[in-house]
């Protein structure tokens, strides 16, 4: 039976962030995904302390929020928020599904489980497939080094080189025309 997602998986990938290790997702993400405002899902985590320690529901750090900021993924207006932003592990998500009852949060709390699920098939992969490369290398000597560089290459999270937006203007040779 097919799956029929009511936002793409996509969306819910490029909502995850790595914060403190951990992979999560903030309160404005999971409200939008939600349909709700996010000040409604803080009120929602703050009157069920008990369901959300630590570990379920990070409040993010000033340093951490200015990071956030420098990536554009957190507002730079100053008529919204008053607290600092949560982050929600895997297990807060869950724990989502039972404070926000509506059909669609339950149902979108199901796409980002899969999300996570699959996330973590993934990276459980790359590290078993490095062990088996770094075996591999110990078994054989210097003819294959340059064989395992580049396949640790191949491995490694692409780096986008950042590019600039604009045009370069040459300053005119003044001695040139003299």
Known sequence: MPVT?????EAIIHAIHWIRGEKVLLDQDLADLYGVDTRALVQAVKRNPD??????????APQEVAILRSQNVISRSWGGRRG????FTE???AMLSSVLRSPRAVKINVEIIRVF?????????????????????????????VVFQAIREL????????????????????????
């Open 117 to 145: 699920v699959r996330l973590r098939r993934l990276l459980s992969t790359n590290v078993e497939l490095a062990k088996k490369l770094e075996a591999l290398e110990a078994r054989y000597d210097r003819q294959f080094r």
């Open 5 to 9: 997602r009511l936002v793409p998986e």
């Open 51 to 60: 369901r959300f320690p630590d570990d379920f529901a990070i409040v993010l």
């Open 91 to 93: 297990q807060g998500v």
């Open 84 to 87: 600092a932003p949560l982050a």
């Open 155 to 178: 491995m490694a999270p692409a780096i986008s080189p950042s590019t600039q937006i604009g045009f370069r203007v040459e300053e005119p040779d003044i001695d040139r025309d003299r």
